[in-house]
């Protein structure tokens, strides 16, 4: 046999090789149907885990990992959507419905702003005074970030930073004007602040949801104590794109509205209220809109003018 | 598995690399042939067809790349059922669906759009095997009777996902005979860890500006701010690129082979022209082998070869990406081009230094319509380049992007020049040289590594908010 024949017949012998191979790893690898649309990630992942995910976080990413999560969580959700419905307080009822109102007129991107207005809204609440924000203290992530730089009050302070949750609030350094690096103890103490707005939780959605939302109590209780005197309004998350929202276990709206709802339940509309600035940014199904934002995560800064404008409108005063 | 990422920096590479090492020399391609298919399978991990289609192309090519080396009169039948296969995936992967968007413009046609997603670095692949079979053909080399080694050649996991374009006759010889030496091997481990910095330490960094941009509104940025975020484009695709390129080129070093060079400071033009012969090389040569020479280059008369240029040109702007900005850059290109052929461009190669400032111009300007592929987008970022767009929410938001970016910027703009790779080379040369490399790639290394723990790796998949 010459060189040419020998290698031909090499070769279709490593063909019949590779067929085998990869009919074997399609049986034991492959067989296993990537689950889609998981609606709950892993409920404890460590800490750190979460960091490091955002390495491994690319779009091939594990598949092990993936099916392990589903089967845990389904049962996990149901129960705590049917939680999430019971708690659901006045005011958040009512803003689901204007949401579907709003966005069906189609409305051009401006007139968000004056939607912003006439936003639900509880009875003792009415337009802010000139210098109402200026002993205000806003705390967030990058959503945050962005009011602070798009929708500024002049003369309020914010705490910010990219990532920023209940878990390291104390680590983290704030990015914002005016108290860009510092801590958020000094931050806290630095003023007695009389309203205190709060967006976090799409950071921590990952994270153990009881420990959580021990979390966000304590981080209440220790404003107040703090500033006893402030009025404390709770953010509910924005909601991420569709697009945005069909590729992440984690950061969804199904996890970002159950966590809302236990947001919302913290307002008792005397110390605390539950503010939901959603309806402004949504589409018809309750998606952040694809028109409204690049990443599916953050508004485009325009927009952010109407979170102002309702803030302005939404405002306690006492 | 992107080249930046831990499976494939903890336990890819250093699992093959050992053993390849290992590998009796008769077993070392069938090694790297095992691992690149074991690459390319976690890369087509959720769709496996993908996998089975780029074996499946190997085996057909490998065939008919036999049959066209017999030489016989059919061989020109062969050619064309082996391009029409080749060319045939990468249009059916790559562009079917923009040619049923056009079509879909005409009143009363509505096809439904296929939403393919495009197999791993089949824009590569493909143009490497066209060029084995045109070579085959045109008897410049032998066909590859062995399927081991040619499926290596095509597969290899270096530069399979991103380059360089490896033309069949470059690595023909090393395919069959190759010797690893230490030396090769640790400049190729030094190759790959300045790429791998290139990529990490600069590219990443500098596309979160462009990132910051896109999420912020192209309507909402001052022209500072949107010349600032070009320019940082420029740099990040350039680092991107030729770092990734490097880390190709270095693991084909220590694995013993010699791939072409593929960047060469292109940044430092003084023409366009110049700059294609220092951008994406492998690229360049692929076209002018294989389209411009065949069509006759400019050896028949001016306007064939503005014709040819035009026709290189489009497909060049076309291969970048299936959509009309890449058209139109390949357009842009096309006449900056024929422009510098006719009247400027010996002027400004003699006067390196309004060549400079032309280049400092075309080339953030050529790389926006690389970058922005919705036209609207397009016009909207032009409008604040020059300034007559709607007035920015923030005046001075650039300060803000400076105050993060700026020194990533000014990095940057050091790393386009050669100084860096001159220095590097002199140290090299040097009695202290150990000295000073291991201690400078340990740094590179780790700092990467940190910044890839980081989560920073990736602008496109970060996900904090």
């Known amino acids: 046999m010459d060189k040419k024949s020998k290698q031909i017949l090499k070769s279709v012998c490593a063909i019949i090789l590779c067929i085998a191979f990869l009919w074997t790893g399609k049986k034991f690898i492959w067989n296993q149907e990537p689950a889609k649309n998981q609606m709950q990630a892993p409920q404890t992942p460590p800490i750190a885990e979460i960091t490091s995910t955002t390495v491994s976080q690319t779009t091939l990413y594990s598949l092990t990992e993936t099916t392990t999560t589903t089967s845990l969580s389904v049962s996990d959700v149901t129960t705590t959507v049917s939680d999430a419905v019971t708690s659901t307080s006045v005011l958040t009822s009512a803003t689901s419905t204007t949401v579907s109102e709003a966005s069906q007129t189609n409305a051009p991107e401006d007139s968000s702003v004056s939607d912003a207005r006439n936003l639900p ?23 945050m970030m962005g009011l602070s730089l798009w929708g500024r009050f002049d003369g309020a302070t914010y705490f910010a930073s990219t990532g920023l949750d209940t878990y390291k609030i104390d680590k983290s350094k704030s990015e914002a004007k005016g108290t860009k690096g510092q801590n958020f103890k000094t931050v806290l103490a630095a003023k007695q602040y009389k309203k205190v707005y709060i967006m976090l939780g799409i950071n921590e959605l990952g994270y153990d949801r009881n420990r959580t939302k021990q979390n966000y109590m ?11 005197d402030a009025i404390i309004y709770i953010h509910g ?38 503010l939901d600035v959603n309806p402004l940014f949504d589409d018809t199904d309750g998606y952040l809109k694809g028109s409204y934002t690049n990443d599916g995560v953050h508004p485009y800064s325009k927009h952010y003018a109407a979170w102002k404008e309702y803030l302005a409108t939404h405002a306690v005063v006492r | 598995m992107v080249f930046s990422s831990f499976d494939f920096l903890l336990w890819f590479l250093p699992f093959c690399t050992v053993v390849y090492l290992l590998a009796r020399k008769k077993a070392k391609n069938l090694c790297l042939l095992f ?21 499946g192309s190997v085996v057909v090519n490998w065939v008919i790349g036999i049959l066209i080396g017999k030489n016989t009169p059919g061989k020109k039948l062969y050619l064309t059922i082996g391009l029409v296969w080749d060319f045939g995936c990468l249009f059916v992967f790559k562009y079917l669906d923009f040619f049923i968007r056009q079509f879909n413009h005409v009143p009363l046609v509505h096809l439904p759009l296929t939403h393919l997603v495009l197999p791993l670095g089949i824009s590569f692949f493909t143009f490497q095997i066209a060029s084995y079979l045109i070579d085959v053909y045109r008897g410049d080399v032998e066909a590859e009777y062995d399927l081991i080694d040619l499926g290596t050649y095509i597969l290899m996991f270096p530069q399979l996902i991103a380059g360089p374009i490896v033309r069949f006759s470059d690595v023909q010889k090393q395919l069959h005979r190759r010797k690893v030496r230490q030396k090769e091997f640790l400049d190729g481990i030094q190759i790959f860890i300045i790429g791998l910095g290139k990529k990490v330490l600069l590219a990443n ?8 941009l896109k999420n912020v509104g192209y309507d909402s940025i001052s022209t500072k701010a949107a010349w600032m975020g070009i320019i940082a484009y420029s740099m990040q695709l350039y680092f991107d690129f030729s770092g990734y390129s490097q880390m190709a080129i270095g693991m084909g070093k220590m694995f013993g082979f010699r791939f072409p060079k593929n960047f060469d400071h292109p940044y430092l033009s003084t023409t366009m022209t110049e700059f294609w012969r220092r951008w994406h090389m492998t690229l360049g040569t692929w076209f002018k ?31 970048h990406g299936a959509d009309w900005n890449f058209i139109l850059w390949g357009m842009l290109l096309f006449v900056l081009l024929v422009l510098e052929k006719t009247y400027y461009g010996r002027f400004l190669t003699k006067h390196a230094f309004f060549g400079h400032l032309y280049m400092l111009f075309w080339i953030p300007m050529s790389w926006l319509l690389f970058a922005v592929s919705d036209l609207k987008l397009l016009g909207v970022y032009l409008s604040k380049l020059y300034g007559y767009g709607e007035p ?35 140290i090299r040369k040097s009695r202290y040289a150990p000295v000073i490399i291991i201690p400078i790639m340990g740094a590179i290394l780790g700092l990467s590594f940190y910044c ?14």
């Open chain 1, 218 to 228: 304590d981080l209440i209780t220790r404003i107040k104590g703090a500033c006893p």
């Open chain 2, 452 to 465: 890839i723990y980081r989560g920073m790796n990736d602008p496109f998949m970060y996900f904090r908010f």
């Open chain 2, 392 to 426: 920015a929410l923030l005046p001075d938001d650039y300060t803000m992007y400076f105050e993060i970016y700026g020194k990533w910027l000014l990095i940057g703009l050091l790393f386009c020049t050669a100084l860096p790779e001159n220095l590097f080379k002199k």
């Open chain 1, 237 to 274: 998350n924005l909601h991420v794109s569709h697009k945005r929202a069909d590729k992440d276990s984690i950061v969804n709206n199904v996890q970002i509205n159950e966590y809302n709802s236990f947001l919302a339940s913290l307002a008792d509309n005397v110390t605390t209220y539950y």
């Open chain 2, 289 to 319: 082998e294989y389209v411009y020479f065949p069509l006759g280059g400019n050896r028949k008369g001016k306007g064939r070869m503005y014709f040819n240029m035009f026709v290189v040109w489009t497909l060049t702007g076309f291969w």
């Open chain 2, 35 to 55: 691992f690149s298919i074991v690459f390319y399978a976690y890369g087509a991990m959720e769709i496996p067809a993908y996998l089975y289609l780029v074996l």
């Open chain 2, 205 to 212: 960094r500098l596309g979160g500006l462009w990132d910051d």
């Open chain 1, 121 to 143: 809204k509880t009875p003792d609440m009415t337009d802010a005074p000139e210098g109402y924000f200026d002993d205000a203290l806003f705390i967030g992530d990058s959503r």
